[in-house]
Every structure is written in C-alpha cells, then in structure tokens.
C-alpha cells in the first residue's frame, strides 16, 4: 500500500525567525519522505519572514510558500493552507513548534495499518528557550468527554483532509480556539481515531505564546466555550458549556432527566459513628442528604438491610423517603456484590444508582447530574468525585496500570487541580469505584451484574472491565461531589486472595489508556 501524502499546514505571522527556521527544519528532518510543507505568510511586516520561507521553499520542492496580500488572522491562513493542500492527510503545524523526527512516520504508519483512520494525535510537551523540555503530557486514549472540558488532543492534530474540508475547515467566529471547534466537528464524523502514545511535538515557549501563558489569549476562553455548546447541539446533548475553573477548561452544564426513573441502591447494615464530632447513623444521614439535593421527581430508595439492622433505623428512613422507600432484607454471609444484586431485583428504575450508605452529598441535584451523561447510548457508567471527612481525595476515577488497580489522586487535597487539569473536568476513567456509580438497567444485566466471587473488594473493577469489555463508555464526573467517611485507613485495592483472583480474570493491567 502507498504511503499516504501528508499535508503540513503552517500558519506564518511575525515570528521570530530563528525559531521559524528551528520549525522548517524539523520537518525537512522527518525520517517520513512523502510530506509537504504549505507555508501561508499573513501579511507579516517583519520583513526577513518571507525571507526565510522562501529560502526553504528553494532548499526543498516540497514546501510551498502562499503569500497573503492582508493580514487576515490565524483562521483565514489557516484555511489558505487548507485550500492548497493537495495530501490525502492534513496535520496542523505551528509556526514556532518542533516536530520530532519520527513524527510523520509514526502517524503514516498508523494510517497504512487502518485504512478507515480520520483523526491521529500524539502526545506532546513543551521545550524553553534554553532548549530544555518539560511538562510532558502524555494523554489519554479517545476520550470525547474530556474533549469536551478541554481541547487535549492539540498536538500533533493529523486529519483526513476530505473530512476537513467536509465540515468547513476552520471557521472565523471561533477565532482562539479554531482548533477545538474544528476537531470536535472531525471527531463527530469520524469512523476511526488513534492516539499515539509518544511524544511527537513540542510545543516552543516564547514570549507571549499560549505555552507560556494560556491567559495571554483571554478570548480563546470564551470562543472555546461557543465551541463545545455548538457541539452539544450537533450531536444532540441537552445543555450548554460554561467557563471551567481555568482557563482552558469547561464545564458541561447537562439539562438533567428529572422524570427518568431512577432507583437508588444502597446496602447497608445501619452502622452508626462519629463524622466531624457528631454522631449519626450513615444510612439515615446518606438518604437525607440525597434527597435534600435532589428535585428528581421519579425516584426510588432501595435499602438492603441486614437482619442486625436495628428496627429504629428502618423506622427513621421509612419517616424520611416516605413512599419512596423499598426495604430489601438480606440473609447470609456478608457479600456486597449480592447485596448489590439483591438491591436490583428490587428495583424499579430504568436507571440504577448504587450508594454506598458511608456518604453525604456536597453539589446539588446529585441524581440529575449523575444520570444526565447516560443520556448518551455508549455512556454505561458514571461515577463521583469523593472525598475523606478532612476533604482529601478518595476516589476520582481508577486507574489500572502496571499491574495495579487504584484510586486516582489518593490522597491528594480538594481543590488540587491534577496533571494537567484532570481534577477540573469530566473525563472517561477505566473504572469507577461501586461506592457511587450510576447506569442504565439494561447495561446492568447485559453485563451480567456485580461478580458474587468478589464479595469484598475488587467487585466493582470486575464489573467495570465487563462494561468496557462491552463497549460502554465509564464517564468521571469532577462535579459531583460528595464525603465518603470510609475509613482512610482501609484500601480496598490492596493485594488479597481477590486481587489474584481479578488478575486471574483479567489479568495484570499494563498501560490505563485514560491515565489522569
């Protein structure tokens, strides 16, 4: 098979011109022969700029210089690019990055080994003026959601040029965040995209570029913004972005399903004990906080109570949901996985929300957030962000990696913002701790439920490879956010009989594609 043509699209304004030879010359370095460089000045005053592009264009036939006769903005010579494009793929170049050498050769050969590829991206990092590189970011596998808080895919971007041109390349009014706006708008249409794990690009810091400071480009923000709720109207979300926590980032404000019928599971033996000097029995204070920030009109209790439950706790809970509330007794040896299965044949809902009855909720409408996203048919799963009693980070995702299972950010304080703002936005995860999840009834059973073998720990990583393994999505939701008052000093990922056993089943994870 010929190797595909591969259309370098280079915007050109001002730019230093040691720093823009320094880009010319990481491609004429590629290891990859079948490439063009297109190379559009904007109307650059400095006059040594056009110098230094046609120079290169005379040293190699296969970089082409278009002069504009106006200055016309990132969007309008990034388009001229486009237009002159004669590769099969396009991959987006700054004027003032680097390349590594092997970056097209890994990008085409990814493309010879699936002919159905549309969009490629790489992992990236930055290198100082001192040549010096650091903040490698080595990103997640397709992860649309977090596409959606945050245009992580950036760099190297390679798209299927017909499919650029398709959607309308790159469009004015989304001017700062042109890139985001046009690879959402790719991604919608695509019927394959490939992370390639390596760093591939470094991203140049000079003075007054995004990579120094993404607050030097203030109304990238807002444009990014109109991007991603210009997304969710085109592929049929219910809701609108809002600015995140930073820059850069973005929250998705979903229209939650007030009338979808939901059922809340929670197993429980009506333990009592101290949170913050106070004495409460969990599942009472559990199923007050839900139902204190909820306004979900179709809405189910399903309590699974052991037989030592005291009869005043099923009283109280009775007094607090009312109507609401399904009693499930449970006999026999402590299992949660049954509790859990037990729990759902007792329930009604199209949706199940299993809860662990240690917990208070923090956001609001706790139950319209967590279900809005399965909204979406690949969605199976979604899951909170929880915190210890002192406010450390109990679970923000799981993370299965070198033969490991684990909590993600363990530990670390509220409010940290993560490796490069994981912490700050929603974002695919390989699995999701039981201890509050959400999915759709018919997930569920397809799946096959919780696994009885794992009565303890480890259950709910089984079930999350089951949902994975079906193709379902596992959505972490850094908004919603509630106390978990297990004990810090328990770890329910430790090596045990049931840690061989998953590893037996699934055997020992190697690189977590969603890695936060």
Known sequence: MKPPLISLVTPVYNTPLDVLQDTIDSVLAQTFEDWELVLVDDFSPQGGVRDVLHRAAVKDS?????????????????NDAIAAATGEFIALLDHDDILSARALERMATEILDDSLVDYLYSDEDKVGPDRKHFDRFDKPDWSPERLRGQMYTGHLS???????????????????????????????QSRRIVHVPEVLYHWRVVPGSTAENIDNKPYAWDAGVRAVTAHLKRVGIRGHAVAGPVPGTYRIERTPELDRSVSVIIPTRGTAGEVWGQHRVFVVEAVRSLLATSSHRDLEIVVVYDAST??????????????????APFTGKFNFSRKCNEGFLAARGDVLFFLNDDVQAISDEIVGRMIAPLSEPE??????????????????????????FSHAYLGAKRGDYGAFSSLLINREASGLTAACIAMPRDVFISVG?????????????????????????????????????????RDPLVHSFEHKMIIDRWGGPQRDPYLA
């Open 379 to 404: 969605v199976g799963m979604t899951g909170a962000h929880l915190f210890f009693e002192d406010g450390a980070i109990q679970h923000a995702g799981h993370t299965h990696h070198m033969g490991q």
């Open 158 to 188: 390679v798209l299927r040029t017909a499919l650029v041109r398709k959607v309308g390349g790159f469009r004015q009014e989304f001017e700062g965040s042109q890139d985001h706006d046009l690879v959402l708008r790719v991604t919608e």
């Open 310 to 327: 005291p009869e005043n706790v099923l009283t109280e809970l009775t007094e607090i949901a009312g109507d609401r509330l399904t009693l």
């Open 62 to 78: 296969r970089i082409r210089v278009v002069e504009r006769s106006s200055n016309g903005g990132i969007v309008q010579a990034s």
């Open 449 to 489: 439920g919780f696994s009885e073998l794992f009565p303890g720990n480890f259950n709910d990583v089984d079930l999350c490879k089951k949902v994975g393994q079906a193709g379902f999505r596992m959505v972490w939701l850094s908004d919603v956010e509630l106390y978990h008052f297990e004990s810090r000093s």
